[in-house]
């Protein structure tokens, strides 16, 4: 189960909304409209303050340092009504470009069941009469787009994420229940491994010493296949079912505590954020579909997102358009988000490094790389443009990057860019693994019944 659908995993990952993904779909702002600033603490900014349209109105998202979420007409002749049925039809429809077939209000499903979607509950599913049988998933709360499946990606997700990670709705839903789940089915069969491959060991002659004719093992049949199979995969198999196990964090062994709150909020809000004069703001982000203001590091900043995700980004209030990294000036305030130790160096990344990465595509670059020299050994990857903190890693989770990314996504820097080398040898080795496991069950079927 686990070789079958790791493999279907490679091509049909568990959907998610990309922030590509959410800006095709989203409304141009209408910036004709936007005549109401923002109802916020200047001098104390939120965590996040963003302007984007809802079901044809623009609306200010802000959420506060509570973790509160609230949404503010930026229409001042514009109430903010609930979201009902009709209100995620209408969005639904015009995200998707199609008319929509079907509304259902649920609080989970098996697309929605992760803890991130917590805070849009209740959510309104909605079905579109589209070839693709695309659903979107509309929050009560911010009236937006959250989550989007397509029947293509359904179907195959039942055999890729769904068994892979053990992942129906009934078990996911209690985390804890779920976690010991993974915990004590990956576990013993570490142990089956590497008894099995030791016992492979051991029923191998290689020397002068052979088996009748010869032969290098006394099987034949189902066990040479089991032998074979496991001789050469069995340390592969060992490594993706231990990383596997790993991938709950047994004992918690690789968490690492968050940064202080009030660290953090005094680098993203340690001085007043400047609103501009919106109608100029208009002029200069015509087509834009997010507009998200920021003063993290100290520096204050509209970052407009177009239809593809791309993004500029302008000073405030003065919106002129930010072309060089600030450097020194993140350099300073990062120093205050690591108190115990000092700055040891700093690199202005424009390619990933082995921990700043995504399969498939290049992260967010170019990123600046902190590291401190205080007992976590912290590094910070920040964006040099705005200051915000893009990852944080320690000593712990680098470790854990190669524990666990390395030895079950097979995340090496010189492997992972290079397809179809890549594709090959997680191929070449999953069914090595695959023959051991169908092997073994089928021998193992036998020897019941005898």
């Known amino acids: 189960m686990w070789f079958l659908s790791g493999l279907v995993m490679t091509y049909v990952p568990y959907p998610s909304l990309s922030l590509g993904q959410r800006m095709a779909g989203q409304e141009a702002i209408d910036w004709a409209h936007v005549n109401a600033p923002p109802v916020i603490e200047l001098t104390h900014p939120p965590r996040s303050l963003e302007l984007e349209m809802r079901d044809g109105h623009p609306v200010w998202r802000v959420q506060d340092w509570s973790g509160e979420r609230s949404s503010r007409s930026a229409d001042q002749g514009q109430a903010m009504f609930g979201v009902d049925a009709a209100f995620a039809g209408r969005v639904a429809s015009r995200f998707g470009g199609a008319e929509l077939r079907e509304v259902e209000k649920l609080e989970r499903d098996q697309w929605t069941v992760a803890g991130g979607f917590d805070h849009h509950r209740p959510l309104w599913k909605v079905s579109l009469n589209d070839p693709a049988g695309t659903e979107l998933y509309v929050s009560s709360s911010t009236g937006g787009v959250v989550q989007a499946t397509t029947r293509s990606g359904r179907f195959w997700n039942w055999l890729g994420s769904v068994p892979h990670w053990i992942y129906p709705t009934i078990l996911r839903q209690d985390q804890a229940a779920w976690r010991q789940v993974v915990l004590w089915v990956s576990g013993p069969s570490i142990a089956a491994a590497l008894t099995g491959i030791w016992i492979g060991i051991l029923r191998t002659r290689m020397g002068k ?189 680098r470790i854990y990057r190669w524990l666990y990314d390395m030895f079950h996504k097979w995340d090496v820097n010189a492997l992972t860019p290079r397809r179809p080398l890549w594709d090959v040898i997680l191929w070449a080795f999953s069914l090595l693994g695959l023959i051991t496991s169908v092997s073994g069950v089928w021998i193992g079927w036998r020897r019941l019944l005898r």
Do not use: N
């Open 209 to 397: 010493r052979r088996f009748k004719g010869g032969r290098m093992t006394p099987y034949s049949g189902w066990m040479l296949w089991h032998h074979f199979a496991g001789l050469v995969g069995g340390i592969t198999l060992t490594l993706w079912i231990f990383s596997g196990w790993l991938s709950v964090d047994p004992g918690h062994v690789f968490a690492s505590p968050d940064l202080p709150d009030g660290a953090k909020q005094r680098y993203v809000a340690g001085m007043a954020l400047p609103i501009p004069d919106l109608g100029r703001l208009g002029l200069l982000a015509q087509g834009a579909r997010l507009a998200r203001f920021s003063v993290d590091a100290g520096l204050p900043r509209v970052t407009l997102f177009d239809t593809a995700g791309e993004r500029r980004v302008l000073t405030l209030p003065g919106l002129v358009p930010v072309t060089a990294s600030a450097t020194q000036q993140i350099e300073t305030t990062a120093a205050t988000l690591v108190p115990q130790g000092r700055l040891a160096s700093a690199t202005l990344l424009t390619e990933p490094d082995a921990y700043y990465y995504d399969i498939g595509a290049k992260p967010q670059l170019p990123a600046l790389c902190l590291r401190f020299d205080d007992p976590a050994k912290t590094w910070l990857y920040i964006d040099p443009m705005t200051g915000e903190i893009l990852q944080r890693v320690d000593s712990r989770r």
